[in-house]
């Protein structure tokens, strides 16, 4: 029974509270020991008066001393209590519980030994009395004269009351606490049931959902509310599925993607290696021209596997950034130098519009490698005769903005999102060119979130597509655990990460 939580929740809560009970009886016990000592002193105290009233009636109406033996037997047993009847010299004329006592001087109401309180208006004299084994508490209504006064009272009615039975007064509270704390431990038991099913109930269905994903089931999703520690659970772990059934499902189109990239130079190099192994290819040309394209193929393989292990690198922290102060201008003016030849070949013209910017604080190398790929990306795209524009500027806040620009080309509206994922194509139909992996934007996204910045693409048909880059400046950036991240508020905010490829 107890291997499950809400049986420990609910054993655990009533040993809880039977421990509070326990302590708050023991306490209450010890509090009211004397209050219940006094309780019952009074309550016997009050008894006196009217016992010796109506002793005083008795004989005044004539009735004999054993007719008044007779009726205080029957009213010591109707109060159980002692009763005495003393004469005027302190003797014992009367016990109601025997011939132990008669006969016997009582002196305990001589001295200074007597005791005066008064309950509910009435007065009474209380004093101990100790003798053969006998301990009694005495009460009695009036003092006891000193002068011969007395003699006219000839017969005085004692109560007697065990000391023990006094000073065990606070037992009578043990069966009403008994009462209380059976009624505490009960109900005690019934909340803690239904708190406990509260708690174990979302844990039980947040195992359960573990279980359907372990099981392959990753869309689960946890219905429960709340601002506590088990509703921030619950959110967290539909935050771990979604994440999860994305990764399962980026996994999947990753290997399709990949399975599918692989598939046409694979394709070719076999093709034309088996023509060139069967004797078909003969002529010196054509034997270099097969050479060309199976290197060329293999080329684009091995670029597809290094974009891939580079892009899990970084994704895994694996890659160490390098901090240091970025001259950003001629980092531009030197990656659009590289691609000059390109440039050319394809029929455009590029040019640079950087204004006085602040300086970013970065590593060098990947950071070219971020505008190699969006200048490439750009060359591939755009149409003969188009232009190229990078440019770079100080934005309000202090964040640097460079943008890569290109005429012609297009990217509609519904696929902007997506033009960062991995492998995507805006041209379906279209099959890669130029040794493109598929690959570039997403290592693009990975860098430039490194260093704590954005990117972000824009395209319309009258201004053509932009890739714009948002760093912080070295006034915001501070370097942290081996990546460059800004400062406090002045992070620009981050959109949720998609996997990236180039459009």
């Known amino acids: 029974m107890l291997g499950s939580l809400r049986a420990r929740l609910i054993v655990s809560f009533t040993l809880v509270v039977a421990l509070a009970v326990f302590l708050a009886g023991a306490g209450a016990l010890f509090l009211l020991r004397d209050q219940q000592q006094e309780t019952a002193r009074e309550r016997y105290g009050r008894l006196a008066e009217p016992l010796n009233d109506r002793v005083a009636r008795l004989l005044g109406a004539g009735r004999s001393l054993d007719e008044v033996k007779v009726e205080l037997r029957q009213r010591a047993a109707d109060s159980d209590v002692r009763i005495l009847l003393l004469d005027q010299d302190l003797q014992v004329a009367f016990d109601s519980e025997g011939e132990a006592l008669t006969g016997k001087y009582i002196l305990s109401f001589a001295g200074n030994r007597v005791k005066s309180a008064q309950a509910g208006g009435i007065a009474y004299h209380w004093a101990d009395y100790d003798g053969d084994n006998t301990h009694l508490t005495l009460f009695d209504a009036r003092p006891r004269p000193e002068d011969a006064s007395f003699a006219a009272t000839v017969y005085d009615g004692i109560v007697a009351i065990p000391q023990n039975k006094l000073s065990s007064a606070w037992l009578d509270l043990i069966p009403r606490l008994a009462l209380a704390g059976a009624i505490a431990l009960s109900a005690s038991f019934i909340v803690s049931f239904f708190i406990s099913r509260s708690i174990s109930g979302p844990l039980a269905r947040i195992t359960q959902a573990s279980k359907q994903m372990a099981q392959g089931n990753y869309e689960v999703n946890i219905s429960i509310k709340g601002e506590d520690e088990v509703g921030r659970l619950a959110e967290a772990f539909n935050q771990m599925a979604t994440q999860v059934n994305t990764s399962q499902r980026m996994m999947k189109d990753l290997l399709a993607n990949v399975s599918h990239e692989l598939k046409t130079p694979l394709t070719s ?7 060139m192994l069967d004797g078909v290819v003969s002529d010196p040309a054509d034997v270099k021209e097969y050479s060309r394209t199976i290197h060329e193929e293999s080329n684009r393989m091995r670029a597809l596997v290094d974009d ?12 160490s950034m390098q901090h ?4 950003l201008p001629a980092l531009l003016t030197r990656t659009i130098e590289r691609f000059q ?21 970065g590593d060098e190398r990947r950071l070219e490698q971020v505008f190699s790929n969006l200048l490439q990306n750009a060359v591939r795209h755009t149409p003969r005769g188009g232009l190229i524009t990078i440019s770079a500027r100080t934005l309000a806040g202090g964040h640097v903005s ?3 620009h290109n005429t012609g080309s297009v990217i509609p509206k519904e696929d902007l999102p997506r033009v960062f994922e991995r492998f995507f194509q805006v041209d379906r139909a279209r099959t890669r060119k130029g040794g493109s992996s598929g690959l570039g934007l997403s290592i693009v996204t990975e860098i430039v979130e490194a260093h704590g910045g954005t990117v972000r693409a824009v395209s319309s048909e009258a201004g053509g597509t932009e890739f714009i880059v948002i760093l912080p400046s070295d006034q915001m950036s501070d370097v942290r ?7 406090d508020e002045a992070k620009p905010k981050r959109a949720p990460r998609k996997r990236e490829a180039p459009a």
């Open 269 to 275: 190099i076999q093709g034309f290696s088996q023509a």
């Open 308 to 319: 891939l292990m580079l892009l899990s690198q970084i994704e895994s922290g694996q890659v």
């Open 324 to 327: 240091a102060h970025v001259d």
């Open 341 to 361: 030849w390109a440039i050319r070949d394809a029929g455009l013209e590029a040019k640079v519009s950087v204004e006085p910017i602040a300086d970013v604080h």
């Open 402 to 404: 460079i943008g890569v």
């Open 481 to 487: 655990n081996g990546r460059v991240t800004p400062l």
